[in-house]
């Protein structure tokens, strides 16, 4: 009997040092929020890829595919001003509005080919400066799209897209000032 019971105490012993499942804990895939600065930072990679081609003095077409790059990829810019900016909610969901379309192929050629660009679309009045400052990132990239729209672009038309796109890193500035990103 006594070697029964030890036995028995041998084997829950064993039991309760084996290793036990963990309850599985159910991973969560977070996607990396992109944060205020890296979108800020986006904006102006774009913006450069932009002024150099104008300073190459590109093809209406490369300037094109461009700034059509710029604006469509500014939607989660602007979307992520909103809790920086919440004086300026309406402006900045109606300039994601304008941004935003619906990719019907993942050929970046015929998306561009498939869509027209409103390049005056229609913005609230703005509430305050910083409502104003982030309407320009979306009108300096769609008036430099539509000079780009010309089949002969003139010396005075790429210093024009320049203008526009120094204005656009002028207002990135100011955004990055009022939203205290450092």
């Excluded at 036990?20 to 904006?43: A, G, M």
Aim: hydrophobic letters at 40%; aromatic letters at 8%.
């Amino acid at each position: 009997m006594k070697h029964l019971m030890f036995s028995v105490f041998i084997l829950l012993m064993l039991s309760a040092c084996e290793d036990k499942p963990e309850p599985k804990q159910t991973e969560v895939q977070q996607t990396p929020e992109v944060t205020l600065q890296q979108q800020f930072d986006s904006y102006q990679g774009l913006a450069w890829q932009v002024v150099e081609a104008l300073q190459n003095q590109s093809a209406a077409q490369q300037l094109q595919d461009l700034t059509f790059k710029l604006i469509t990829s500014s939607t989660g810019l602007f979307l992520n001003l909103k809790a920086q900016l919440p004086e300026c909610e309406a402006s900045l969901h109606a300039l994601a509005d304008a941004t935003e379309f619906q990719q019907q192929s993942d050929d970046a050629d015929a998306l561009q080919n498939e869509m027209t660009i409103n390049v005056e679309p229609e913005l609230p009045e703005f509430a305050a400066p910083s409502c104003y400052h982030a309407q320009q990132l979306l009108l300096n990239p769609l008036a430099v799209y539509k000079l780009a729209q010309q089949a002969d672009l003139a010396q005075s038309d790429y210093q024009k897209a320049k203008l526009k796109m120094t204005d656009s890193f002028a207002r990135i500035k100011q955004l990055e000032l009022i939203t205290a990103i450092e």
